[in-house]
């Protein structure tokens, strides 16, 4: 390995190297194969996670939004998709090591899931479910100290009464309340880094401001980085620090919130933009003052 391969190495060096990033995605490229052939799904897409950053991959169904996430994760079948490129998650390159990937799953790296209602089993209790998880990344904790642990990540996503919630089966708790078991269960890895794929388009609007904003109050707690997926243009202004906007694969253009939404340069953007309805004053125009609706202000925006 060379030193500039990772900074891991630079660090130990004692070089003043600039913060390694959670994540540095270079050139990766994936291939499915499909019934019809192979579909070159993600075609060579750069970008980097630091800590406390939010970078969220907005396009139309289809771009290959889902296939880069779970690629990241290293989640796609082996014998179903081809990886190239270099993907490092926490200095470890998931792709030339897939032993690495395995590893950082679930520890430096969680994912929290499109659909809720359909992503935990019905036939067992929230708690079972919650502490399978919770001993599953510290094995070491009797069985006290696990509930103890569930029920402070309970708490630590605003899920009012933890105790009696734990005891719960999922269709008695709502999909907000479910997609926050969802969180918690990937913050019980204490992860530096959350894929989220879609995580409130399951969700009524005024629920979806609540998980968006509970999500940003945990990164700022614990400055944990977020790789957000979405087509929906309203929750990337809300939750982004950069956009990067993919169609067939490819990323066609890149900035903060603020340029993407505000003055995005390129016409499929701008047609995505188009496809937004009457959310908010980004709607065709920058936010300036007015109370946009759903969500209250962008991230970074002054309180
Ligand atoms: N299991 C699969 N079998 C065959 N083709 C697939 C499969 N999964 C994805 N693809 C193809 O890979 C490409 C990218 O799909 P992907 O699911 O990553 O898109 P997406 O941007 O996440 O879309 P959506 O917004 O609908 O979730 C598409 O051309 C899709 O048809
Ligand atoms: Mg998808």
Same mark, same amino acid.
């Given at each position: 390995?060379?030193?500039?391969?990772?900074?891991?190495?630079?660090?130990?060096?004692?070089?003043?190297?600039?913060p390694?990033?959670?994540l540095?995605?270079?050139?990766?490229?994936?291939?499915?194969?499909?019934?019809?052939?192979?579909?070159?799904?993600?075609?060579?897409v750069?970008?980097?996670?630091?800590?406390?950053?939010?970078?969220?991959?907005?396009?139309?169904?289809?771009?290959g939004?889902?296939?880069?996430?779970?690629?990241?994760?290293?989640?796609?079948?082996?014998?179903?998709?081809?990886?190239?490129?270099?993907?490092?998650?926490?200095?470890h390159?998931?792709?030339?090591?897939?032993?690495?990937?395995?590893?950082?799953?679930?520890?430096?790296?969680?994912?929290?899931?499109?659909?809720?209602?359909?992503a935990?089993? @019905? %036939?067992?209790?929230?708690?079972?479910? &919650? #502490?399978?998880? *919770?001993?599953?990344?510290? /094995?070491?904790?009797?069985?006290? +100290?696990?509930?103890?642990r569930?029920?402070?990540?309970?708490?630590?996503?605003?899920?009012?009464?933890?105790?009696?919630?734990?005891r719960?089966?999922?269709?008695?708790?709502?999909?907000?309340?479910?997609?926050?078991?969802?969180?918690?269960?990937?913050?019980?890895?204490?992860?530096?880094?959350?894929?989220?794929?879609?995580?409130?388009?399951?969700?009524?609007?005024?629920?979806?401001?609540?998980?968006?904003?509970?999500?940003?109050?945990?990164?700022?707690?614990?400055?944990?980085?977020?790789?957000?997926?979405?087509?929906?243009?309203?929750?990337?202004?809300?939750?982004?620090?950069?956009?990067?906007?993919?169609?067939?694969?490819?990323?066609?253009?890149?900035?903060?919130?603020?340029?993407?939404?505000?003055? @995005? %340069?390129?016409?499929?953007?701008?047609? &995505? #933009?188009?496809? *937004?309805?009457?959310?908010? /004053?980004?709607?065709?125009?920058? +936010?300036?003052?007015?109370?946009?609706a759903?969500?209250?202000?962008?991230?970074?925006?002054?309180?």
């Amino acid at each position: 390995m060379s030193a500039t391969a990772s900074g891991t190495v630079a660090a130990e060096a004692g070089t003043p190297a600039a913060p390694q990033p959670l994540l540095s995605v270079t050139d990766l490229q994936i291939e499915l194969v499909t019934d019809n052939g192979v579909v070159r799904a993600v075609d060579g897409v750069s970008f980097e996670i630091h800590r406390g950053e939010t970078v969220t991959i907005i396009g139309e169904s289809g771009s290959g939004k889902s296939t880069t996430a779970m690629g990241v994760l290293r989640l796609l079948p082996d014998d179903l998709a081809v990886l190239s490129g270099s993907v490092r998650v926490q200095g470890h390159d998931v792709i030339a090591d897939p032993r690495a990937a395995a590893k950082v799953r679930g520890r430096a790296v969680s994912l929290v899931p499109q659909d809720p209602m359909t992503a935990l089993s @019905p %036939v067992h209790s929230v708690g079972a479910q &919650l #502490l399978e998880v *919770v001993r599953l990344r510290r /094995p070491g904790l009797d069985r006290a +100290a696990a509930r103890s642990r569930a029920v402070d990540l309970l708490t630590q996503v605003r899920i009012p009464e933890p105790e009696r919630r734990l005891r719960a089966y999922p269709h008695q708790l709502s999909g907000g309340m479910l997609q926050r078991v969802l969180i918690a269960m990937a913050l019980a890895g204490e992860p530096s880094l959350i894929v989220a794929d879609e995580p409130t388009s399951a969700l009524d609007v005024t629920v979806q401001a609540g998980i968006l904003d509970l999500l940003l109050e945990l990164q700022a707690g614990t400055g944990v980085g977020i790789l957000m997926i979405t087509h929906d243009l309203g929750v990337a202004r809300v939750v982004s620090d950069r956009i990067h906007v993919m169609r067939d694969g490819r990323f066609v253009e890149s900035g903060t919130a603020e340029q993407i939404v505000g003055a @995005p %340069v390129e016409d499929y953007t701008r047609s &995505l #933009l188009s496809a *937004v309805p009457s959310l908010g /004053p980004w709607d065709g125009a920058p +936010a300036a003052g007015g109370s946009p609706a759903p969500h209250a202000a962008a991230k970074g925006d002054p309180a």
